[in-house]
């Protein structure tokens, strides 16, 4: 799951990925430095403003449902060919679906929750080679060569990318595009996207978030790179190697797999697990909200300070194989597995929504009238 502090997401779901059959507690023997887990601190949770969202859900019957985070009940449904494979972003008053199988993009408007536009591009194989982010006023597809642009209004155009250019990340920051094809960047103006900037780097690129952080494959290091020049500013040695960057700008924190939460501005960490697992995590309202699923519980960090708020059980759809995702808004918090759950930040209680969803890929957007 990716998103962006714009309010952009992109969600992947892939849910058929059991936990590795060695998860075990860390320690000195795992190459993770020793360490007590965090304890819940009791207190009141961060104070932010909530802002009425949904959770779009796609299904492969080609149903597209909206759960209203106000209610917890399902508010609009529309009919959708389909599909085998799907990406999902939100951004400019618009929730967009694109087919990988056909190459379709939908457009919809959520308010109304009425189709209000159709786009094709090239169906690129295999999927894992389609990059989706939306940015600059469009939606922004990557594939192998190509770069498409599709209006809210569902107007497409498409640039050539440099032969032999594989996108391995998409991202939206400051003026500019951001790709990389996991050797090194690419930089597009998205005002004249033909044009294109290489930036060669001295290290890989597995994972590229807003405010322009990287990571490499099993790299214990972040780099922060210059916004306009994509040229490395900053390392930071985390000690254990980085599963995931969370949040923008100075708010972005890296998740390791000793199970360590580090904020890269001042490097506070927290511990959230003993376990080496896969610690899927979000930002939304003012906390970090971490997946353990080897506990099957969404443990709640506070942003600011970095105290764990809350350790909440979570009933899997799978209780032997508890693999979710988290998906957040604004203000919302989703768990998906084979069903749909809602996180709710006033008071950490996770409830069941859309049993038996199925999803192919959800995103948050506007709730409908």
Do not use: K
């Not at 594939?143 to 594989?166: D, E, K, M, N, Y």
């Not at 780097?201 to 922060?224: D, F, H, I, K, M």
């Not at 080897?294 to 209780?319: N, W």
């Amino acid at each position: 799951m990716r998103r962006h502090r714009s309010g952009a997401l992109v969600v992947v779901l892939a849910l058929a990925v059991s936990l590795p059959a060695g998860c075990r507690r860390a320690g000195p023997t795992d190459g993770c430095p020793p360490g007590e887990v965090a304890p819940v601190v009791s207190g009141p949770p961060p104070s932010t403003p909530g802002t009425p969202e949904a959770l779009w859900v796609a299904d492969r019957n080609g149903s597209l449902r909206a759960v209203d985070s106000r209610t917890d009940r399902l508010s609009a449904t529309i009919a959708l060919r389909p599909s085998v494979a799907m990406l999902m972003a939100a951004g400019g008053g618009r929730l967009f679906t694109y087919a990988l199988d056909r190459g379709d993009v939908t457009v919809v408007d959520p308010v109304t929750a009425r189709v209000v536009g159709h786009a094709g591009v090239h169906a690129a194989r295999p999927f894992a080679q389609n990059r989706l982010v939306f940015a600059h006023r469009a939606l922004w597809i990557a594939q192998p060569g190509r770069l498409w642009r599709i209006s809210p209004a569902a107007r497409v155009s498409s640039s050539p990318l440099p032969a032999g250019f594989t996108p391995a990340g998409l991202v939206g920051d400051g003026r500019w595009l951001w790709l990389t094809d996991g050797r090194g960047l690419l930089r597009v103006d998205p005002a004249a996207p033909a044009h294109t900037v290489a930036v060669p780097l001295a290290e890989g690129v597995a994972q590229l978030v807003p405010g322009l952080y990287a990571s490499g494959v099993n790299s214990a290091t972040v780099r922060r790179l210059d916004p306009d020049t994509g040229r490395q500013v900053q390392a930071v040695d985390l000690g254990e190697p980085v599963l995931s960057l969370v949040g923008s700008g100075a708010d972005v924190w890296a998740t390791g797999t000793c199970g360590t939460l580090t904020r890269l501005a001042d490097r506070h960490g927290v511990r959230v697990s003993d376990v080496s697992q896969d610690l899927p995590s979000v930002e939304a309202s003012g906390s970090l909200w971490v997946g353990d699923e080897v506990r099957s519980q969404v443990v709640r960090v506070d942003a600011a300070t970095g105290a764990v708020l809350a350790r909440t059980p979570f009933t899997a759809a799978d209780p032997d194989d508890p693999a979710f995702v988290l998906v957040a808004g604004r203000s919302t918090i989703w768990v998906v597995d084979r069903h749909v759950s809602r996180a709710d930040p006033a008071t950490n209680v996770i409830t069941r929504v859309l049993p038996d969803a199925d999803p192919l890929a959800v995103a948050v957007a506007a709730p409908p009238r």
